[in-house]
């Protein structure tokens, strides 16, 4: 197959495990060049994923503290919303993968049509639901902030909530070249849109001083061109996994309910955990401007450093969905501790160098002290923590849901991220005034429950559930 991953034989080499049952050890449907063609295109788009998040507040920054803090504020509640979709489109990701699997590629392809119907009329619902709520949703979850962060919060959210069909297209459409390997033309895709986005934002920000708006605008204008890119993408009909050539989309029941079988419990794993954090995100602006800003800069730079877990836990929804839509179980088991140990050796040995730029990256922010200081340790504790305990807790759960384990999932996070994540915010963040560095300890009090959990399901197999 010109466009997907190539499949290797499926007998590979096996030995008796200890419950007598054969134990597969290599190699199979996915050999180390095969990996490789999926993994490092998508590690180079979250890079650029992340750099392009950067470069937005770096250069918002140069606005002001107001800027910077009202642009955080809406990029938290732009995760809430975004994760809807982005839960259909991994649902659709599974359900394709595990029928390529199976070598059924027409049950594939209907799937591919109901998850690019069901994205874009979640993502135009969304949009509509910003629009006509904007300054109402923002007063509601920070109306203590002062009212310049609160002024750009209200333009930069007007202007980016008009691109979310286009970024749910994007990431339907983008899921499903994954689903069937291909994730080089994604990669290609981000760079096309983040070309634009930063290209935009030197221009409108530094050359015509449009402030927020000139960050808003290129990540509207790049949002457009990525989905109408990936649509002409998987609208090839030559591909393994294309939707109808007359955009005859129609409604599927059977595979829509599939799809949400997967996306609902993950859609609302995500969603309680952005809710979550929104509410955290709450507390924090009550610590004050200082504090807004350094949380913002100290999530930007956790997300780089997490950078190699994210793209190889996206990987593993290809591997584990193809291999159990194969049958073969054992294969599945093996590449899912595979791609866990590459994904700690990467991020031991990204961490550890951000670690020691620390600093240096920080100047980049134009951050006042106090800021600095906060952004400092924050970005400390969870490069170290992130390295240990962040593997178990977000980019395991991705071999669960590829097995269709999406509601065992949903049911730990969100016991886990309300009981410790929010609880020991306000415990510690709150009442014993450890302020920015409280929250940010009580997420990693969550991250050690969530890895139990989800360690315990992996060994036990219940996790593993086929399609018919």
């Known amino acids: 197959m010109k466009h997907s991953v190539r499949f290797l034989p499926s007998h590979g080499q096996k030995k008796v495990s200890g419950h007598g049952q054969p134990a597969f050890t290599g190699p199979g449907m996915f050999d180390n060049a095969s990996l490789k063609r999926l993994i490092i295109p998508l590690v180079i788009e979250q890079i650029l994923a992340v750099t392009v998040g ?10 002001g503290q107001h800027a910077t803090s009202g642009v955080s504020l809406v990029d938290t509640i732009s995760t809430l919303l975004i994760q809807v979709f982005s839960a259909l489109a991994t649902g659709g990701a599974v359900i394709s993968a595990q029928y390529l699997g199976k070598n059924r590629g027409s049950d594939a392809c209907r799937a591919a049509n109901q998850l690019v119907l069901s994205v874009t ?42 691109s979310y069909p286009f970024l749910a297209v994007y990431n339907g459409c983008a899921a499903l070249c994954r689903s069937m390997g291909d994730s080089k033309v994604s990669m290609k895709t981000s760079v096309l849109m983040n070309v634009i986005n930063v290209a935009g934002n030197a221009l409108l920000v530094m050359v015509f001083h449009m402030g927020v708006a000139g960050v808003a605008i290129p990540t509207l204008v790049s949002r457009v061109v990525a989905a109408l890119v990936m649509i002409v993408v998987v609208h090839n009909q030559k591909r393994p996994i294309h939707i109808d050539a007359h955009f005859r989309l129609g409604f599927d029941w059977k595979l829509i309910r599939e799809i949400l079988a997967i996306g609902i419990p993950t859609g609302l794993d995500g969603s309680l955990f952005q809710v979550g954090k929104l509410l955290v995100a709450s507390l924090v602006s009550t610590f004050g401007t200082a504090a807004i800003a350094a949380n913002a800069v100290g999530n930007t730079i956790a997300s780089f450093e997490v950078i190699p877990g994210s793209a190889i836990g996206l990987a593993m929804i290809t591997v584990v969905g193809q291999t159990l839509g194969a049958n073969e179980t054992e294969q599945a088991k093996y590449y899912t501790k595979k791609l866990m140990a590459i994904i700690y050796i990467s991020m031991a040995i990204l961490n550890v160098i951000l670690v020691f730029l620390c600093n240096p990256i920080l100047t980049l922010y134009n951050l006042e002290p ?49 009981t410790f994540r929010i609880g020991f915010s306000y415990l510690l963040g709150q009442f014993f005034q450890l302020g920015l560095a409280g929250v940010w300890i009580a997420m990693i009090i969550d991250w050690i429950c969530r890895s139990f959990f989800f360690v315990r399901r992996f060994f036990s197999g219940k996790w593993i559930h086929k399609i018919n």
């Open 370 to 418: 106090d800021a600095f200081a906060m952004a400092h340790f924050v970005v400390l504790l969870h490069g170290i923590c992130g390295a240990l305990i962040w593997p178990l807790s977000f980019a395991l759960p991705n071999g669960l849901r590829a097995g269709g384990d999406a509601r065992f999932i949903m049911v730990v996070s969100i016991a886990s991220m309300w």
């Open 54 to 63: 950067m470069a937005d507040i770096i250069m918002v920054s140069q606005v």
């Open 121 to 162: 009329a979640v993502g135009i619902f969304i949009m509509a639901l910003a629009l006509i709520g904007n300054a109402w949703i923002l007063h509601t979850i920070y109306g203590n902030v002062e009212t310049n962060v609160m002024e750009a919060a209200e333009l930069y959210f007007y202007i980016t909530a008009c």
